[in-house]
């Protein structure tokens, strides 16, 4: 199995995601060994997911604050009590520059990760259904964010003029969702608290008949390239080094 230099020293991460449950479902594993080591870990949330569900009886007015409210009773579960909401509608991701971009940039200099975590802006055709436009658009605008605003003390001004946030770099990008995959994290031993994690979804999951098994036949199949035994679980990345 491959390795980083932060697989055992990390000391700070920022994930950047869609939707809320986003996190949970792709590295609630690995988030969960990397709280349990002592990184501080920090969530950005750019859309609060109006459009999910699966229960017509629901008001839809009351989906954003239902899924920000059991997105952080999750990361809770996973020892994450970073987390901002920008509550951008579904949708409004695609555009390149703006609000998005500049808050990124913000929260990339506030918590000063050595690890950025986000979505891969490429199609992953083995995974067509998760390749939703705001998946990719986040991926991109948080790559955007890294490179070079996020380490460039002149752009944006307002950031360090305003606010007093200097430039930083973020040393590596792990990308989720990626057909591209070179990093695998061996969550075997966390696995039940991501099943608990997502379990707290209930607005996106309470349907699903067996969600521990759902998870495991989406991340059992890692542990070959993993190079792990049978039954072993993992989660997968593509990280891409910042220096």
Known sequence: MSETRFDNALERVLVV?????????????TIARWTASGAEVSYLVLTDGEAGGFDPGVPRADIPRIRRAEQEAAAAVLGVSDIRFLGLREGSLLQPRGEPHAEVVRAIRRTRP?????????????????????????????????????????????LLEDAGLEAW??????????????????????????????????????????LAGRLRGRIAPNAVPAGLPEGRLAEAFQVVSNR
């Open 114 to 158: 050595q690890v950025v975590v986000t979505w891969s802006p490429e199609w992953n055709w083995q995974r067509f259904r998760s390749c939703h436009p705001d998946h990719l658009a986040t991926g991109a605008v948080t790559l955007r964010a890294v490179y070079p605003d996020a380490g460039n003390r002149f752009a944006p001004t307002f």
């Open 17 to 29: 995601i869609a939707h809320p449950d986003d996190a949970e479902f792709w590295l609630g594993g």
């Open 169 to 210: 770099t973020a040393e590596e990008i792990w990308l989720i969702n990626s057909p591209h995959s070179n990093h695998y994290v061996d969550v075997t031993g966390t696995f039940e608290a991501k099943v608990r994690a997502v379990a707290v979804h209930r607005s996106q999951t309470a349907h699903y008949a067996d």
